[in-house]
């Protein structure tokens, strides 16, 4: 790591890495407790990748992610109480409890579509860029997606099309070496899925996304670009998931060589230490947002279970603009 | 209504154009629609590039994962794409779009975000155009909540039902026959718009209703003719909207005259006539005096070959037969 | 049939293996179905990788419309692929290979070349996995000339009729319902069949015929003894094959009780209720004491909290009382 | 052109080409005419391809191809006759009438599936030499398909998938410039189709589709590697289309110097004179062979219009193995 970002950049970033982090350990604490019932698709070990995009993006810009995207919807700003309603399935949840963790959406902070079907948000994202296109709005779209995602239709469609219309869309792929219980290699057929980005005339960033100063140089790069008209950018950012595909899964399939080399390299506490290192922070100035963080988690979820759930009639509502008979 | 006439290429042709004009929000994609690539493959979008220029008017790679995903996004950033999928069978290919995307954001997101989209698309048999390029799949998607399908008869409808789509703040699916393209009607005043989810009664009459949609209207007006010269009182139910569907209409039709009759192109078994039937049994079961007949194509792929594809779809002799079956 | 008991997925891990035992041309594919990853996110495949070979049992990358046409491709060069598309609702992303090709190869070929593929795919409500998840859309494969649709209840249905599936020449769809893996029942012997397009009669009754299949039997069981408890004497049927479907045995039944319900998980409108209770209608107008009743889910994707979930779908009184409808 | 190939070999693909050209010329007639209702999708201008690829394969390998894939089908080896009793619609047909243009299929001659849909075609190729993989029956696929094509997710997927799977297939993008009316680069995002094989660590060839030479050694040496184990190539054939996207068109959208320019450089004049220059046939001896394949093509066009239709009856048949009540 070498020192180019202001501190205050620095503490932002690392601000959404523990809020993201800590979020996730509550989510497992509480689903294991059989107090919330919900899938879980951890992404504890990506944390540096939505930081470092998101301090690098406007409130109105658009974010698009995957079921395994919470990391995404709170670095973006979804505030926690609205999302740990969602998440309890109450109406007070950003989606009435309509959604889940598979479909957080949240436009007021720019989370516009989040979805359970690997790809699709893509060419979604694509779209989105193509209304700011059509309004001139200056906004910037990013759209997150796993490793196994870049070998399904979508990508490669909405990768060509936003080349061909020159959208301002960010695509983000978070290559975390496994596809459910696939390893990278058994589904990808080449090295480096940024390598695919010159198949679009594109540029193409390998970086590592667990490195929060190279994540973000590779991010405000594309964001930059798509911003002045320069077109979309594939950015190919290496990380790891720590917690398997989904809660329950003991990643049995991942070698155990590799799951502790990944683990010794968890971004969080190498970039507390290094915040600390540099002087950015001390580890009390560190242990006080920390706490502050844990503070908000817990209000929320207390939140959450006080909330209602909506009304069985709610199911007839949303499902048009205006009710059918 | 005006007493010009037009063909249903032209009403679509206007209703895109008079809401392009009214709304700058609307915007239009699909493969060769642009004008350079001459206005669409039959020409139906013809013009339209040239008036709203190229920012709104886009031909699109092949790719209708990624361009109808394109109109998802684009519909939640607040524009009300029209996507022409060319034709019904390359549906198959961006299914999870309009399905799993365009039809439940709505609901999945508590009715933050919405996808005001328009889909368009073509088919029909008796072109020889072979298994992949002719049958019709409507009722997927009318057994898809969220979604919205209609198919006009004849201009004003189609002017008037594209333009209530468009309008629409859901997913629509606008379904054309190629065989209706060239179909002449009167022409619809500037801004005419069809109600969705209200059915039309072409003809008025006693004694058997018959139900349809499409191209058979025109083939029901057909049988009805002959079969009045049986002294046979034919009511035709136009529904225009498949999805919802007009239960009132359908059910005080059938209510009066007791026989009813469905008629499509697409095959019977699951089709779209199993619901209507159905729900007339359920709503009218001591007032029917016939069960309801149901009539769609053959249980088979479009054949290609002339005698085969006419073996397939349903003939004018079938409907009289379907209609004299609930009489007898 | 003997007196273990096991799961329908240990069930359809039996027949997965036994088919593959007994002939060579046997292989399978699908994310993630090998032993290196688990053998399927639900282990259903477990051990069968192990057991036949890197060669035969693959883990595909994340690309459907790949493998499935994959699957297309290496049965018509003379295997018989059997296919695990993960969920229902990613089918969608893939039906044009089913659809236009896989249905419609030796038809248009003029039987020249043909698809014996079985495509396996799961989903079913009640696990708060949401709007993408967990709905069902059978109806569309049932309005597919060319394909064959099979659910099973039990295991040694789903041992039965995955075999079938297996050894007919034509493509079939698999489907399993997420709740019913776990569901316990008498081991079938080995090389048990049960064949395509024969419902099964669970339950003899002369007062009202339930006719369902996959979750839906077990649903109606329980609805049946409640209504036992007031007397009602209950017939069930457990369709088996959904398309093409048993014309006789449902037929009988209703002859025999003069009222229907049928019931399934997949939303009511325009699905495979539709399609039965029209043909009842059709075959058993005046046998009919009573309009059949369908039951389904409501209209709406699949919501993600459990109270909107279980208002979702039917409930076991919604069974009662369509039952009771038809008795009144 | 430079001379690698014997007479033999020469005269071959020359054949084959004239067989496709007249064949074409004779679709455009009888459906001008009235005498034949099917959609024409001619690959007149792109004989070049089919030939040279074929002259490569053994009877038994298997060929996929699209609508306008008659070329390939001839060239493969389809019988004239059973071609036009087909393309008429009779019995006799390869097809019994029930397939046409879009869906020519000869299982004897290798011609396996003919798909109307762009880019199904290439994921059913890598399917059908999975096959091959699996009887280890030494034969190669070949999948046919169009530039536009290329930009589909089918092509993704199966390109990824042939090459995870190191399958014995040969891709043959044949590029005539447009996709319906849509040029080019108005679909994709890249130069050289074949770039894209480098997303799937699969050798891709850039060949111009025009030169029976080139175009031979490019498919001789895909074909051999998946004879051999080495594995799926792209191959980026360079053509074009004379008689725009189907019977009717008329190219309006193909800028006039463009298509005066392919015109001239017609490969079927121009190999022909090659021929004689070089020794390989005089022209009388070309003047016969043509004559003879009129003389086939003129039988096989009385013979169709011989045979019978099938019986209505046949839209229950083939539905399924077993016809169902
Ligand atoms: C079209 C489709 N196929 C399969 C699945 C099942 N599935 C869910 S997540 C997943 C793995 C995705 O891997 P990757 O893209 O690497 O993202 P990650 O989960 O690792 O973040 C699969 C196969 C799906 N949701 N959608
Ligand atoms: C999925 C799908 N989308 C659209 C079409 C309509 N269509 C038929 S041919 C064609 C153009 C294909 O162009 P290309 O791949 O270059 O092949 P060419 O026709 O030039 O040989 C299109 C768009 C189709 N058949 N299938
Ligand atoms: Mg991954
Ligand atoms: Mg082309």
Redesign the interface.
């Known amino acids: 790591m070498s020192e180019t970002l202001d501190t205050n950049t620095h503490l932002s970033m690392y601000r959404k890495m523990v809020l993201v982090k800590l979020n996730d350990d509550r989510l497992h604490t509480e689903i294991r407790a059989g107090r919330l019932i919900s899938p879980l698709y951890s992404a504890r070990g990506q944390e540096v990748i939505p930081a470092a995009v998101s301090v690098n993006l406007q409130p109105e810009d658009y974010v698009v992610t995957i079921y395994r995207g919470i990391h995404d919807s709170l670095a973006k700003g979804v505030p926690v109480n609205d999302l740990w309603a969602e998440l309890a399935g109450r109406a007070a949840g950003t989606c009435k409890g309509k959604g889940g963790p598979m479909h957080i959406t949240h436009p007021k902070t720019g989370v516009m579509v989040t979805t359970g079907i690997v790809g699709s948000g893509i060419p979604i994202g694509a779209g989105l860029a193509l209304s700011s296109a059509f309004k001139k709005d200056g906004r910037v779209t990013i759209s997150n997606f796993g490793d196994g995602a870049s070998n399904i239709g979508s990508f490669h469609e909405g990768l060509n099309l936003a080349s061909v219309w020159n959208l301002p869309v960010v695509f983000v792929c978070q290559n975390n070496r496994y596809a459910e219980h696939t390893a990278y290699s058994k589904g990808t057929s080449i090295e480096r899925i940024s390598d695919r980005a010159a198949a679009y005339g594109m540029p193409g960033i390998h970086v590592d996304g667990n490195d929060p100063i190279a994540m973000h140089a590779a991010a405000k790069e594309a964001i930059d670009r798509a911003r002045n008209g320069g077109g979309p950018t594939l950015i190919e950012a290496m990380t790891f998931r720590f917690c398997g595909h989904i809660i329950g899964d003991d990643s049995h399939y991942i070698p155990e060589a590799e799951m502790a080399e990944a683990q010794a390299n968890d971004p969080l506490p190498q970039y507390r230490q290094w915040l600390i290192d540099n002087g950015h922070a001390s580890d009390e100035e560190l242990a006080s947002m920390e706490a502050d963080i844990g503070n908000q988690i817990d209000a929320a979820v207390e939140y959450a279970y006080s909330c209602d759930y909506a009304d069985p009639i709610e199911v007839k509502r949303d499902v048009y603009a205006h009710e059918i008979a | 209504m005006s007493e010009k006439k037009i063909s249903i290429l032209q009403a679509i042709n206007m209703a895109i154009h008079d809401a392009m004009e009214a709304d700058d929000q609307v915007?239009l994609f699909g493969?060769?629609v642009a004008d350079?690539?001459?206005g669409g493959?039959y020409q139906v979008t013809r013009g339209l590039s040239t008036t709203f220029g190229d920012?709104?008017v886009?031909?699109?790679?092949?790719?209708?994962?990624?361009?109808?995903?394109?109109?998802?996004?684009?519909?939640?950033?607040?524009?009300r794409?029209i996507v022409e999928v060319m034709m019904v069978?390359?549906l198959?290919?961006c299914?999870?779009?309009?399905?799993?995307?365009a039809?439940?954001?709505?609901?999945?997101?508590?009715?933050?975000?919405?996808v005001p989209m328009t889909l368009r698309s073509m088919s029909g048999a008796g072109f020889?155009?072979?298994?992949?390029?002719s049958d019709w799949?409507e009722?997927?998607f009318?057994?898809t909540?969220?979604m919205?399908v209609v198919m006009p008869s004849n201009p004003a409808d189609a002017y008037g039902l594209l333009r209530a789509c468009i309008e629409?703040?859901?997913p629509c699916l606008h379904l054309e026959h190629m065989a209706l393209y060239s179909a002449r009607g009167a022409a619809p005043e500037k801004g005419h718009i069809v109600p969705l989810?209200k059915a039309n009664i072409v003809q008025e009459g006693g004694d058997v209703s018959l139900i349809t949609y499409g191209k058979g209207v025109s083939d029901c007006q057909a049988a009805a003719a002959k079969l009045a010269e049986d002294g046979v009182n034919v009511e035709i139910i136009d529904l225009r909207t498949i999805?919802?569907l007009d239960?009132d209409t359908i059910l005080n039709s059938v209510a009066k005259t007791g026989r009813a009759v469905v008629v499509h192109e697409?095959?019977r078994?699951?089709?779209?006539?199993?619901?209507i039937?159905?729900r007339i049994?359920?709503?009218l079961?001591s007032d029917?005096k016939?069960?309801?007949?149901?009539l769609g194509a053959?249980?088979?792929?479009v054949?290609?070959?002339?005698?085969?594809e006419?073996?397939?779809l349903y003939s004018q002799q079938q409907i009289i037969d379907a209609a004299k079956v609930t009489l007898a």
């Open positions: 915007i493969e060769d350079p690539e001459g493959v920012m709104r886009r031909s699109t790679p092949i790719s209708e994962q990624g361009f109808v995903g394109a109109g998802v996004g684009a519909a939640i950033g607040g524009m794409p069978n390359f198959t290919v299914m999870d779009q309009i399905v799993n995307h039809a439940k954001i709505r609901f999945m997101s508590g009715g933050q975000t919405s020889s155009t072979g298994g992949q390029h799949t009722a997927w009318a057994h909540p969220g919205k629409d703040d859901d989810g999805s919802p239960n697409a095959v078994n699951f089709g779209v006539g199993a619901e039937s159905s049994h359920e709503h079961f029917l016939a069960p309801v007949q149901r053959a249980e088979s792929p054949p290609f070959s002339k005698p085969l006419e073996a397939y």
